[in-house]
């Protein structure tokens, strides 16, 4: 076998190789079925502020004592939509928040989302892959202590806690791959196209 056979078979061994790379790393941070929860919390009232003990903040006629604004949001991010029948039992997704808590939205607004004393509860819904999802807004008296409360119902799905940061299921692992898997088949070509002459 002549050095261009070595080559060629070797540039090709490695081509497979990026690809198998790429399609792996690509399954392993877009799992079949994920759904990701955030949750954003604002203090309306600075306590540390001088002036914070004559501010009052009131919704539907009941004073909320420290008040924190909370938002969250739920979305499918895995490569399969997150259909109502995958819920077990039928059984909502529940945080436990700690705190009593007024919801801000309503109607289709808040659609999926229940309040349950000190819980906030996400019912059986399609959740679609890769769209918008669902939120909602509420007040809550004090800094919630939020968590989901586990098992969770969803079958066969991980769910995860995306608080603090961006959507892990964006685009730019895949986009970084691609690229990566892009340039490797680029460069193997280059390389078999100067021996094989």
């Known amino acids: 076998m002549d050095l261009a056979n070595i080559i060629g078979i070797t540039a090709i061994v490695v081509a497979l190789v990026g690809v ?3 399609v792996l790393g690509y399954l392993r941070m877009n799992p079949k079925r994920r759904v990701e929860y955030q949750f954003r919390v604002v203090p309306l009232i600075q306590r540390s ?17 420290d008040p924190h604004l909370v938002e969250v949001q739920i979305r499918a991010t895995g490569r399969v939509d997150i259909r109502s029948d995958d819920f077990d039992s039928k059984k909502p997704l ?6 009593k808590a007024k919801m801000l939205r309503d109607g289709k ?5 229940s309040l349950s004393e000190t819980d906030l509860l996400f019912h059986p ?7 918008e999802g669902y939120g909602t ?8 202590e939020i968590h989901l409360v586990k ?3 969803i079958a066969d799905t991980a769910v ?23 340039l490797m088949g680029m460069g193997v070509s280059v390389v078999s196209g100067l021996f094989m002459k």
Not at 94 to 99: E, K, N, P, V
């Open 49 to 65: 502020q001088s002036f914070s003990n004559r501010i009052a903040v009131s919704f539907d006629g009941e004073n909320i004592p």
């Open 151 to 153: 098992p969770h119902p």
């Open 94 to 99: 529940r945080f436990h928040i700690g705190r």
């Open 125 to 131: 819904t399609l959740i679609p892959r890769k769209a």
């Open 137 to 144: 807004q509420f007040l809550c008296q004090g800094m919630p």
């Open 160 to 182: 995860k806690n995306a608080s603090g940061g961006p959507w892990v299921g964006s685009n730019t692992g895949r986009v970084v791959l691609a690229l990566v898997s892009l």
């Open 20 to 22: 198998i790379v790429g």
């Open 109 to 113: 607004e808040a659609e999926g989302f």
